[in-house]
């Protein structure tokens, strides 16, 4: 670990939320890129390897649109909070599906575009890049 933080990793997905009749959740997400929501929202993920209902943490950094609801679809930026604790992020790549849990309750599903190396607390070049991709449609930040 270095002076500058702890090291992790930056994911950027396409979320799709659950519907409401699949069993989701009956509410929008607030979401956004308001400095206020982030890292407001802390459901957990499966991850490759993981028998379902096993799930780890990783809240979200932003969303690319406010209000999401259930059935609808955005872009998240997501960052594993102790990836050395839970050694399976490191396997998590561009493709990878992530199931999003609220409690035992799969409430969405994301899709992995990219993959970052970055470090918490996150470095404002990384912030700024982050909130580009989203605001920018989904592009740039490139493959994993």
Same mark, same amino acid.
């Given at each position: 670990?270095?002076? @500058? *933080?702890? $090291?992790?990793?930056?994911? @950027?997905?396409?979320?799709?939320?659950?519907?409401? $009749? #699949?069993?989701?959740?009956?509410?929008?997400?607030?979401?956004?890129? $308001?400095?206020?929501?982030?890292?407001?929202?802390? %459901?957990? !993920?499966?991850?490759?390897?993981?028998?379902?209902?096993?799930?780890?943490?990783?809240?979200?950094?932003?969303?690319? /649109? &406010?209000?999401?609801? %259930?059935? #609808?679809?955005?872009?998240?930026?997501?960052?594993?909070?102790?990836?050395? #604790?839970?050694?399976? !992020?490191?396997?998590? +790549?561009?493709?990878? #599906?992530?199931?999003?849990? &609220? +409690?035992? /309750?799969?409430? @969405?599903? *994301? /899709?992995?575009?990219?993959?970052?190396?970055?470090?918490?607390?996150?470095?404002?070049?990384?912030? &700024?890049?982050?909130? $580009? !991709?989203?605001?920018?449609? *989904?592009?740039?930040?490139?493959?994993?």
């Amino acid at each position: 670990m270095s002076s @500058g *933080g702890r $090291d992790t990793f930056a994911f @950027g997905i396409e979320l799709r939320l659950t519907g409401t $009749d #699949e069993g989701g959740r009956r509410t929008p997400l607030l979401g956004g890129t $308001d400095p206020q929501h982030r890292f407001k929202y802390r %459901p957990n !993920w499966g991850l490759p390897g993981m028998t379902p209902p096993e799930q780890t943490g990783a809240p979200v950094f932003a969303f690319s /649109r &406010e209000n999401i609801a %259930p059935g #609808e679809s955005c872009r998240a930026v997501i960052v594993a909070f102790f990836p050395v #604790e839970v050694p399976r !992020w490191a396997s998590v +790549g561009q493709g990878t #599906e992530l199931p999003m849990y &609220e +409690g035992p /309750r799969v409430c @969405g599903v *994301g /899709r992995v575009r990219w993959r970052s190396a970055t470090k918490l607390p996150l470095p404002p070049q990384d912030e &700024e890049r982050f909130l $580009d !991709w989203l605001r920018a449609g *989904g592009q740039g930040l490139g493959p994993c």
